[in-house]
Nanobody, 124 residues
């Protein structure tokens, strides 16, 4: 069983919303720094957001700030990414991940576990 499994991707029109979910197994999300990254065709992997285990701080890439929200439900051992006001440039495969680093404003690209990814397509 994969330690992280995403769901919730799909096709949405510009300006629409999606909520991605990521169920964790084999470890407790609350004990780790967690986050989301994405990769669009022909582009490098980009950190989207992270959530600190120590104090609950959250950080976002400038490209999604004010539109995306990361959260978690400890009882369900599940993390989420609420995406609002979606734009065509948000089109990518989105991955949830366990950070192998601190969650900091510069979204360090270092992970030790990640899911299989879920496709998000923003198009009219």
């Amino acid at each position: 069983q994969l330690p992280l499994v995403e769901s919730g991707g799909g096709l949405v029109q510009p300006g629409g919303s999606l909520r991605l979910s990521c169920a964790a197994s084999g470890f407790t999300l609350d004990y780790y720094n967690i986050g989301w990254f994405r990769q669009a065709p022909g582009k490098e992997r980009e950190g989207v957001s992270c959530l600190s285990a120590s104090d609950g701080s959250t950080y976002y890439a400038d490209s999604v700030k004010g539109r995306f929200t990361i959260s978690k439900d400890n009882a369900k051992n599940t993390m989420y990414l609420q995406m609002n006001s979606l734009k065509p440039e948000d089109t990518a495969i989105y991955y949830c991940a366990r950070l192998d680093a601190y969650c900091t404003p510069n979204l360090v690209d270092k992970y030790d576990y990640w899911g299989q990814g879920t496709q998000v397509t923003v198009s009219s």
